[in-house]
């Protein structure tokens, strides 16, 4: 019992590595993708290490700030501003009203501060400071909305988050595995709204038909109960079946009467045959991004329940769609809702994306293994050339690597993707580790053998107070690395801390009762 007690940071050690292996070689704690399921351990890997897209992009937009709303609601404010820009709609402005200062957005491009400035002025609203960019509100919702639309389409292991920059410069980091970077583009490159418009007769111009579009009958908001894309049993083309909000629902079977889509034995639709110049009946309009995509008319049945009123009591229909592609992109677009910005994707403003292939991520996975063997073994050379005593030299080593070791069980407990940053952290975590342990032997071998438990403790206790003032100087040097959403930095910095934390609580004492157990008598 003694010796346990004397030697419980060892046993410390011991259950840190094997807790770190289970964590590692667990099939409970399996792979989230299938490149990691392949692998012997549960490690993730980051693009760099197994190939995949990366997106950096600012999103597009111009805020005021200190707004007068003049007591008309958010709504009214953004019809109001979106009637003074050209090209732009209601969907293009968001106005928030906040505690502190009201806001105008307008998320479309080409739009300056001076448009900005110009259309508040002219819709009779006062206005503070006009500035590039969007509010932080704007930044957080496009992340959750980016990072739904991932977990949407399958991409599994792909991340989204804000990236700040030192001179406080905002983009959006998005990092997708095994994926190519065309298909993530086309993923998040677009806001994906997604709204039924209803293209109908109006009356004749010299004996000529005149139409006219009524748009957003249903918007995104609007739909619920999002089906998964199916291909149509009754000939070519896809559909999503949807169910609508029982307020909109109303609000359309209404527009589908007055616009005469109602009418007995449905209406049949040539929208995107003939560009609607000849269109001999109605149509409902399927716009993804300001774009038609597809237009189809209204089936007997429903128009039945539509005319009859009965419709709007189980408001269901589906969304019909050319092929299986479009449907599924529609799905993850109305799961997800729309961004309420877009990514600039155009590099003006230090927007990138880049790929990797994953021949190119397996070459990094070795060449990083051999600069970690080279360092090990550079790492060991230098420590028998410095004391010439195995059992000094041996546990330091020994030790040290059982700090990466630890490192890399936690990375994978916890999911953290392995990159090159990282492996740079666990390199600096073995110069630093066998640092530390150098100051023991040193100080512990100062003044030649020693023999007593007594005097091993006191030198080990100096040597420990060196090393813990050392610790905290690092962990404080790294720790704005750490917070700030540095990039590539950010990883590097916090393993490094992890593994100052960890050699001060775990390794560096257990080295301690280590060279006690070999170097002294008294034990």
């Known amino acids: 019992m003694s010796t346990l007690r004397d030697n419980w940071r060892v046993i410390f050690l011991v259950v840190a590595i094997l807790l770190s292996t289970f964590a590692l070689f667990s099939p409970t704690m399996g792979a989230q993708s299938a490149s990691e399921a392949d692998s012997a351990t549960n490690l993730q890997f980051g693009l760099q290490l197994d190939g995949g897209t990366r997106i950096r992009a600012p999103l597009v937009g111009v805020t005021a700030e200190d707004v007068e709303f003049e007591g008309d609601s958010e709504r009214v404010v953004e019809r109001q501003v979106a009637a003074q820009i050209a090209g732009a709609d209601a969907a293009d402005v968001i106005a928030r009203t906040g505690a502190e200062s009201n806001t105008v957005e307008v998320t479309i491009e080409n739009v300056t501060t001076d448009d900005l400035s110009a259309a508040l002025d002219a819709a009779g609203y006062g206005h503070g400071e006009v500035r590039d960019g969007v509010t932080a ?14 977990n949407e389409a399958g991409l599994s292991g792909g991340t989204v988050q804000q990236v700040t920059t030192a001179t406080s410069e905002h983009f959006i980091l998005v990092e997708v595995p095994n994926r190519d970077q065309s298909d993530v ?3 998040v490159g677009e806001r994906g709204t997604v709204q039924i418009d209803i293209y109908h007769p ?13 748009e957003a009958v249903l918007t995104q908001a609007d739909f619920t109960s999002i089906g998964t894309a199916q291909e149509s049993q009754t000939g070519s ?7 609508v909000r029982d ?5 359309f079977q209404t527009a589908v009467q007055d616009t005469g889509l109602a009418q007995p034995g449905g209406t049949r639709c040539t929208y995107m045959e003939d560009g609607g110049e000849n269109t001999t009946e109605g149509c409902l309009l399927l716009v993804v991004n300001g774009d038609v995509v597809n237009a189809f008319g209204m089936s ?27 449907a599924q992109d529609i799905a993850i677009n109305l799961r997800a809702g729309a961004l309420p ?32 063997i080279i360092a090990v073994l550079a790492v060991a050379g ?8 195995p059992q000094v030299a041996l546990p330091m080593i020994v030790t040290g690597l059982s700090e990466v070791y630890i490192l890399l069980g936690f990375a994978a407990a916890i999911g953290y993707p392995l990159d090159l940053s990282v492996i740079a952290g666990f390199i600096a975590v073995i110069g630093t580790g066998v640092d530390d342990l150098i100051i023991i032997a040193d100080e512990v071998m100062a003044e030649g053998s020693v023999t007593s438990r007594k005097v091993f403790q006191s030198r080990f206790r100096r040597a420990f107070w060196v090393i813990g003032a050392a610790a905290a100087t690092t962990i404080i040097a790294m720790s704005p690395l750490a917070v700030l959403s540095l990039g590539d930095l950010q990883g590097f910095a916090i393993f490094t801390i992890l593994g100052v934390i960890v050699g001060v609580l775990v390794t560096r004492p257990a080295y301690g009762d280590i060279l006690r157990l070999l170097l002294t008598e008294d034990r």
């Open 137 to 150: 509100t704007t930044r957080e919702e496009t992340v959750r909305v980016l990072q739904s639309k991932i």
């Open 185 to 187: 583009v086309d993923l």
């Open 202 to 214: 109006t009356g004749t111009d010299n004996g000529s038909r005149v139409y006219e579009t009524r």
């Open 237 to 243: 083309g896809a559909f999503v079946p949807v169910s």
């Open 247 to 251: 307020e909109p629902a109303s609000e």
């Open 300 to 326: 007997g049945g429903l128009a039945d329940t539509m005319r009859a009123g009965e419709w709007a009591d189980a408001p269901s229909f589906q969304l019909q769609t050319r092929n299986t592609s479009e």
């Open 341 to 372: 910005a877009r990514l600039d994707l155009s590099g003006e403003d230090s927007g990138t994306s880049s790929y990797i292939s994953p021949s190119q991520g397996e070459s990094f996975k070795f060449d990083s293994l051999i600069t970690g």
């Open 382 to 389: 230098v420590v028998f050339i410095r004391y010439g005593k």
